[in-house]
């Protein structure tokens, strides 16, 4: 049995999109929901995981690995965190540029990018937008120092609860709320180097008719295929581009955004081009 392993709030939401794909594809399947309450592994089933970057205390005998993380920054991975894609039986990733550095180190790895699901939209009304800006995500001081000058416009202004940061974890009823109460959200790149887009955090904006605000990256496909639904910053001020933007802000826009993502990035197709790799273990 193929086995979706729900083991952290990070990518939990992508377990339960693969769910709906796999369901719409008559594709056999569980998830494991209760993986935190001293869940064993055993030798037989095949356990899809998004987390094998991580130290986990155990991995399973047998199992998929999805990755989400950057192997092209300057950030320094660990040599171990390797060795276990090396065990796994398939490595899919959702970059073609991680996909290199994986060849690199003798890992084989496929293409398998994020789109949108429908658990990614919350149920919840969006039209209501008081929030002008929202940032969600650990803040460095290079992050730091990209928002200052917008949050001194909005202290300046007596205008703080417009502008929403958040450095610790935000997810459930929290995180969805502040999602769809807000005009824009920002995605600024965690490392330097040769980045990736944050499509994890880009996509959940995009799926509530939030307009994302981003730094390009050093991945072509992902500027190019989600340039039509991101705008990438002008010039280095960050803080005028916002306010630019804030001025031109227009709710219909985030809506069109939307129904294109909805229409021309959905996951299922995206799926159905490593849905012949998944097979095999089914």
Same mark, same amino acid.
């Given at each position: 049995?193929?086995?979706?392993?729900?083991?952290?709030?990070?990518?939990?939401?992508?377990?339960?999109?693969?769910?709906?794909?796999?369901?719409?594809?008559?594709?056999?399947?569980?998830?494991?929901?209760?993986?935190?309450?001293?869940?064993?592994?055993?030798?037989?089933?095949?356990?899809?995981?998004?987390?094998?970057?991580?130290?986990?205390?155990?991995?399973?005998?047998?199992?998929?690995?999805?990755?989400?993380?950057?192997?092209?920054?300057?950030?320094?991975?660990?040599?171990?965190?390797?060795?276990?894609?090396?065990?796994? +039986?398939?490595?899919?990733?959702?970059?073609?540029?991680?996909?290199?550095?994986?060849?690199?180190?003798?890992?084989?790895?496929?293409?398998?990018?994020?789109?949108?699901?429908?658990?990614?939209?919350?149920?919840?009304?969006?039209?209501?937008?008081?929030?002008?800006?929202?940032?969600?995500?650990?803040?460095?001081?290079?992050?730091?120092?990209?928002?200052?000058?917008?949050?001194?416009?909005?202290?300046?202004?007596?205008?703080?609860?417009?502008?929403?940061?958040?450095?610790?974890?935000?997810?459930?009823?929290?995180?969805?709320?502040?999602?769809?109460?807000?005009?824009?959200?920002?995605?600024?790149?965690?490392?330097?180097?040769?980045?990736?887009?944050?499509?994890?955090?880009?996509?959940?904006?995009?799926?509530?008719?939030?307009?994302?605000?981003?730094?390009?990256?050093?991945?072509?496909?992902?500027?190019?295929?989600?340039?039509?639904?991101?705008?990438?910053?002008?010039?280095?001020?960050?803080?005028?581009?916002?306010?630019?933007?804030?001025?031109?802000?227009?709710?219909?826009?985030?809506?069109?955004?939307? +129904?294109?993502?909805?229409?021309?990035?959905?996951?299922?197709?995206?799926?159905?081009?490593?849905?012949?790799?998944?097979?095999?273990?089914?």
């Amino acid at each position: 049995m193929l086995v979706l392993v729900d083991n952290t709030c990070y990518f939990r939401f992508i377990i339960y999109a693969l769910s709906e794909v796999m369901t719409e594809l008559k594709i056999p399947h569980k998830i494991i929901e209760n993986y935190f309450n001293e869940f064993v592994y055993n030798d037989d089933d095949v356990y899809f995981i998004c987390t094998t970057h991580e130290e986990k205390p155990f991995m399973p005998k047998r199992y998929i690995s999805y990755n989400f993380e950057q192997f092209t920054t300057d950030y320094q991975w660990e040599p171990e965190v390797f060795e276990r894609f090396k065990k796994a +039986e398939l490595v899919l990733d959702y970059s073609l540029e991680n996909i290199k550095v994986l060849k690199e180190k003798g890992i084989e790895a496929y293409f398998f990018p994020l789109g949108y699901s429908k658990c990614m939209t919350y149920n919840k009304p969006t039209n209501n937008k008081i929030i002008d800006f929202t940032f969600i995500g650990k803040i460095t001081p290079d992050r730091y120092n990209k928002i200052k000058p917008l949050l001194n416009i909005y202290n300046d202004n007596n205008n703080k609860n417009k502008i929403f940061l958040c450095s610790e974890k935000c997810w459930g009823d929290n995180l969805e709320n502040i999602y769809c109460h807000s005009k824009f959200g920002l995605n600024l790149h965690l490392y330097s180097g040769k980045t990736i887009l944050e499509i994890t955090r880009i996509i959940l904006l995009l799926s509530n008719k939030v307009i994302v605000l981003s730094e390009r990256s050093g991945d072509k496909w992902y500027d190019n295929e989600y340039g039509h639904l991101i705008h990438f910053f002008e010039n280095n001020n960050y803080a005028i581009d916002c306010v630019n933007q804030l001025q031109k802000y227009d709710y219909k826009e985030a809506e069109r955004r939307y +129904e294109e993502l909805i229409t021309k990035h959905r996951y299922v197709d995206y799926f159905k081009n490593i849905q012949p790799l998944i097979l095999k273990f089914v």
